[in-house]
C-alpha cells in the first residue's frame, strides 16, 4: 500500500468514527435485508475472474455480520442466491454453489449467529439442504443475531409458497373453501411466511448503484426503508454502513420504526 492509500485509508477510518459518533442508538433497524450485489462487476473492474468476486462477497460477510453486532440488530437477511440465479451457465453456477455452502458452515462455526433458511428448499441441489439444515439445527440455541440466508429466494415465489401451505394447512384442518376465504388476512399469510415470526425489515441496502428490489422480500418490506449504495458489495466498508444507519435514522416513518 503506497502513501496515498494509507492516507485514504487513515481519513475513512476517522470520518467512519465521526459517522458513528453522531448516530442515534435508539434509532437503530432491527432487521437489515441486504442485497449483495455487484461481485461480478467489482471483479471484471480488478481484472479478475468471477469466482473471485463471489468469494470476496462472501468473505465480506462476517465482517459485515461484526458491524450490525456493534449496534442493537436483531435479524439480518443475506440474499445469497435468486431464483432467477439458477438460470446463470452451469460452469459459474455449480462453484457459485459450494461457495454459498462454505458461507453457511463458516456462520454456523462462528457460534454468534443463529442461522435459518429463507427460500424454496426444494429447488436446491441436496448436499446444500442438508449443510442448512445442519446449520439451523446447530446453532438453533444461539442467543445472538438471527442471520436469514435467503437461498433459492424470491419474493414472488414466497408469497405462492405460503398461499400453499396455506391451503394445505386447511385441507388438513377439514375447513371449507367458503369459510377460509372469509378468515383470510395479511396476519394469515404472514404467519405462513418463510420469516414467520420475525420483524419485517426496518431497512434495506442494495450495493452496486441498482435502484430496485428485484423481487427481495416483497411483503415484507412494504414499509421498509432502502438505502441504494454506489460501492459493489466486496468492497462495501464500515463507513458505508454507517451512512446506511445514519440515513435511515433521519428520515421520518409513519409505519414502524
Known sequence: MNLRDKLRSLLVRLYARRVEGHLDTAQVPKHIGVIMDGNRRWAKAAGSSTMHGHRAGAEKIEEFLGWCSETDVEVVTLWLL????????????????????????????????????????????????????????????????VVNVAIGYGGRQEIADAVRSMLLEAHDKGLPMDELAESVDVDMIGRHLYTKA????????????????????????????????????????????????????????????
Not at 436446491?124 to 446453532?139: C, D, I, N, R
Not at 426503508?225 to 460501492?231: G, I, K, M, N, T
Open 82 to 145: 435468486s431464483t432467477d440465479n439458477f438460470d446463470r451457465p452451469k460452469e459459474e453456477l455449480v462453484p457459485l454453489l459450494g461457495i454459498i455452502e462454505d458461507v453457511v458452515r463458516t456462520l454456523a462455526a462462528d457460534g454468534r449467529w443463529r442461522v435459518h433458511h429463507v427460500g424454496t428448499l426444494d429447488l436446491l441441489p441436496s448436499g446444500m439442504q442438508t449443510v442448512l439444515k445442519e446449520a439451523e439445527a446447530a446453532t438453533a440455541h444461539v442467543d445472538g443475531i
Open 198 to 257: 420475525q420483524p419485517d425489515p426496518d431497512l434495506v441496502i442494495r450495493t452496486s448503484g441498482e435502484q430496485r428490489l428485484s423481487g427481495f422480500m416483497l411483503w415484507q418490506t412494504a414499509h421498509s426503508e432502502y438505502y441504494f449504495c454506489e460501492v459493489f458489495w466486496p468492497a462495501f466498508r464500515k463507513v458505508d454502513f454507517l451512512r446506511a444507519l445514519r440515513d435511515y435514522a433521519a428520515r421520518h416513518r409513519r409505519f414502524g420504526g
